[in-house]
């Protein structure tokens, strides 16, 4: 995979915390965590498209969930 170089501004105090542990490649623990960034805002991406125009209401969505995870607990005993 071709790479480019791109600059970010961070603090002072972040830097110099990150000095500390030297061992670390901290281009390539950026792009990972930039890669997971991207995953989870196509996910939301996804979701708002498939939830336009919905009437569900937050109370709704919290029914909802606690349904779930009630079937998840049954299902793995818990």
């Known amino acids: ?17 990150m000095n500390q542990f030297s061992d670390v490649n901290w281009s390539r623990t950026a792009a990972e965590l930039l890669e997971e960034k991207i995953k ?4 939301l991406k996804r979701l708002e498209k498939l939830l336009e125009g919905s009437k569900l209401d937050e109370e709704d969505v919290e029914k909802i969930a606690a349904k779930v995870k009630e079937g998840i607990a049954k299902r793995h005993g818990l």
């Open 1 to 17: 995979m071709e790479n480019i170089n791109v600059t970010f501004s961070i603090p002072v105090k972040l830097k110099e915390e």
């Open 40 to 43: 989870r805002l196509k996910v």
